[in-house]
């Protein structure tokens, strides 16, 4: 007989189910249908060669989520729901980037915006309603080399049959104590996601290469003037980006100049920066309602680095769906998206990685 245990170790029989029963919820297929196969087990026991039982010295999981961002924790909703019980492991940045904004407009559902750590925070208790436990730390060593994965979490060793790596890309900032202080306040690193907030206002954009270029080309949707402040007289960017950003009128250019700080922190937002020339050092201040960083991320792979295929920044390589080059291990969300970088394309992401774990498990049962 085909049946679950629920929490407290009940015995519930699937066949005693229909689909739409309401026992089923939280035991659910991943599109919320009663699932007519026996969930994926944790094992609780191993028989030694008396046939006693004798408890296993690390607790085997169906799936490890690394991350508790919109990747993560879409992948926790939905392997949850499978009856997977995942185990998301957070990170040093719980919930991740969103929890660096203030209000997120354009993640479908909240007509009036939503503020993003509020939006991660929403996730995260929809997955835990479903039986997704999270804990804190951070995953430091990751053993791909056989099934099942083992993790390290300092010395405490994990094994899991299915990973799903939504750990991210930290943007790079400049590091600087005022401008930390003012993210999510004018300081931005995304101009797809703040853009719109500075309609008919002065805007800054830091950086040489593509990505500054697009996203100066992007925000003069919006901004008054856009200033392009560069450390170097040359640029990285490609030359047809660079060339569409030069014939733009609104786009301004300062180079070989850094900023020095973000001004004001006490009111809550941005007012100037101080920039600095790199030839004479002369400082002045520029007068701007927002910065914008676009001088890269980091993705957070350097633990599979030798194990996982990565791109030359550090980007997991696809392998097709959410497959990594190791079947049982999954990518979601920005760790491996370089171009849309977005809330709602990592949930989604998220769903397609718990959907291609979910799946694997079933064909092994
Ligand atoms: C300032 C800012 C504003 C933004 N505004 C918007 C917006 O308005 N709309 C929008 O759609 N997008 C916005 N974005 C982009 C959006 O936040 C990201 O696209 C999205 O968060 C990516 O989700 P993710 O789950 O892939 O990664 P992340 O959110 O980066 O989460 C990564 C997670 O992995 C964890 N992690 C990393 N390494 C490890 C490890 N070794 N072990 C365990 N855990 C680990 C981290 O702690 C974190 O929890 C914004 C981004 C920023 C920085």
Redesign the pocket.
Known sequence: MLSWRDGTGHRTQVSSLVPGDKRAIGRTGPCGRVRCRPAVRTPVARMNSSGSAQLPAVKMRNVIV???????NTAAIYTARANLEPLV??????????T??T?????PGFPEGIM?PELVDRMKRQAQRFGATYRH????RADLSSRPFKLWIGEEQLETRTLIV??????RWLGLESEQAL??HGV???AT??GFFFRGQPVTVVGGGDSAMEESLFLTKFATEVTVVHRREGFRASKIMLDRARHNDKIRWVTSATVEAVEDPAAKSVTSVKLRSTLDGKEWDHRTSALFLAIGHIP?TA?FRGQLDLDEQGYIVSHGGARTNIPGVFH????QDRVY??????AG??CMAAIEAERLLEAEE
Do not use: K
């Open positions: 690394i991350g508790s961002g919109c990747a993560g492991i957070e990170g040093l940045e719980a919930g991740g980037q969103l660096l904004t209000d997120v407009e354009n993640f993003g730390g951070e995953v430091t939504a750990a991210g890309a930290s943007a993210i999510g931005s690193s995304c996601c703040d957070n633990i979601a969300g920005d760790v970088r977005q809330a709602i394309t990592a992401a998220g």
